[in-house]
């Protein structure tokens, strides 16, 4: 909520603004900066606000009286050991779930409002969707839904039955019963949920249909297909990514081909087949799998110990901490791996398009439309800057380029690479060139 009011504080000041352009995407992008700083800072708040509500509900419940705190705890088979350890677990679990449910559900809430009262009001002020308020405002409540309402269900369901039975192995059984059905959900209905949600249309229903031949003739370049390709109303933060592992779908956003020229998009659309051939999508997946993993692992210790009827702290904690360290040092890797891989398709589409100034246009310019700054890097993707740095070095390097390559690339805003101009106006756009028939660059 804070975020809520800071971000409402924002967009006054930017409507309210004497000169502000309403026309000018420029002004846009630096409203995008400011309210991304203040999300994140909420985030780095709602993360010490959970850490501060597990730490107090725990001391909370070590003041309690022992007879208040057994409560609705089952003695298992007489066995004050085994009894203790189900009681920690109960407790702990209360203790997690509790602030996590409280932050999922109010969280959620201030997502809404902001992309209602604000998102909304922004887009029409700066005139960057052709969405209404309502629609605006329907197309994020089914996200937020889809994104949320499982967690939400999760906790509450594993907190009542922990709470009502007393004890932790039939949370842990209802848990994962819930878990395996909403996977199974996401694999089969996945897709289908996925273009409901966002209201996704394939590209030959759309304004952009021209596009899609020149799409298939890339993707004959690169070997690689796309099942389909589905254009996403611009909704602030639209992107163009890829999804699934098999049969991957292309998405690219109203906002994103509005604001670019044939080159960048040349660039974006190389730039994704070159990911599907790097199997990126299937390092995503394993990642996310082995850290789902490692989560489960961290309750190891405890089924163990409730299973031989021993109460050992000491050897509990160490455990506990031995596989979070594990944990920690296995996603490490995977992240490594897959900014490497980012890395890797960079080259791969500026070898395809022969136009490394192009993909370093394009870079910058969805960074700008989605107002991330150039040294924010996540799990699964570097840093603009990283790649940039990289696709520097690639275009001093000598090998067979495109015959535009050395031309400024038109952009919606000034984009330098050190002392280097690499964009001209936006409304300089020349007549796309044809698909080459070959990788300017062979690869292996």
């Known amino acids: 909520m804070i975020s809520f009011v800071r971000s409402r504080k924002i ?86 779930c509790s602030p996590l449910l409280g932050l999922a559900i109010g969280g959620n809430i201030a ?15 700066f005139h960057v969707s052709s969405l209404t308020r309502q629609e605006f405002a329907r197309i994020r409540l089914k996200f937020m839904l889809n994104a949320s309402l499982p967690l939400i269900i999760f906790l509450e369901i594993v907190t009542l039955v922990a709470t009502i039975t007393g004890q932790i192995l039939p949370a842990s059984i209802v848990g994962l019963i819930y878990i395996v059905a909403i996977i199974c959900i996401r694999l089969l209905l996945g897709r289908k949920i996925l273009k409901t949600i ?52 292309l998405i690219i956003g109203d906002q994103i081909l509005r604001h670019t020229d044939w080159r960048q998009q040349d660039a974006m659309i190389c730039l994704e087949l070159a990911l599907v051939r790097k199997k990126v999508l299937n390092w995503n997946f394993w990642r996310i799998i082995s850290m789902l993993v490692g989560l489960g692992l961290l309750f190891v210790p405890l089924i163990v110990q409730l299973s031989i009827n021993i109460l050992d702290i000491t050897i509990f904690f160490l455990c506990t901490f031995l596989m979070l360290l594990i944990t920690i040092f296995v996603n490490r890797g ?68 495109a015959p535009y390559a ?27 060139a044809p698909v080459p028939d070959a990788p300017y660059v062979l690869l292996a």
Request: aromatic share 8%; net charge neutral.
């Open 11 to 96: 967009l006054r000041e930017t409507l309210t603004t004497p000169g502000q352009d309403p026309q000018s995407i420029n002004n846009f992008m630096h409203y995008m900066v400011r309210r991304n700083h203040v999300v994140r800072q909420s985030s780095y708040i709602n993360a010490l606000v959970l850490i501060a509500g597990i730490v107090l509900l725990g001391i909370g419940f070590m003041q309690l009286p022992n007879s208040l705190i057994y409560g609705q705890i089952v003695i298992i088979n007489n066995n004050e050991h085994q009894t203790f350890l189900n009681l920690t677990a109960v407790i702990s679990l209360i203790i997690i």
């Open 111 to 125: 997502f809404y409002l902001s992309n209602v009262f604000i998102d909304a009001i922004a887009s029409e002020f």
């Open 198 to 249: 966002n209201n996704l249309q394939p590209i030959e229903q759309t304004s952009w249909a021209y596009l899609q031949p020149r799409i298939a003739a890339w993707s004959r370049l690169a070997g690689v297909s796309f099942g389909e390709v589905l254009i996403q109303p611009d909704i602030i933060g639209t992107n163009i990514r890829v999804i699934g592992r098999k049969n991957t779908m």
């Open 334 to 401: 995977f992240r490594k791996k897959m900014h490497t891989l980012y890395q890797d398709a960079d080259c791969i589409s500026c070898y395809f398009t022969g136009d490394p100034m192009a993909t370093m246009v394009a870079l910058t310019t969805i960074q700008a439309l989605n107002g991330v700054q150039a040294t924010q890097k996540s799990n699964a993707i570097p840093s603009a800057n990283t790649r940039l740095q990289q696709l520097d070095q690639l275009a001093r390097q000598s090998w067979p380029r």
């Open 406 to 432: 050395s031309e400024l690339v038109p952009a919606i805003t000034p984009v330098t690479f050190g002392p280097y101009q690499l964009s001209t106006a936006f409304d300089k756009q020349s007549e796309p």
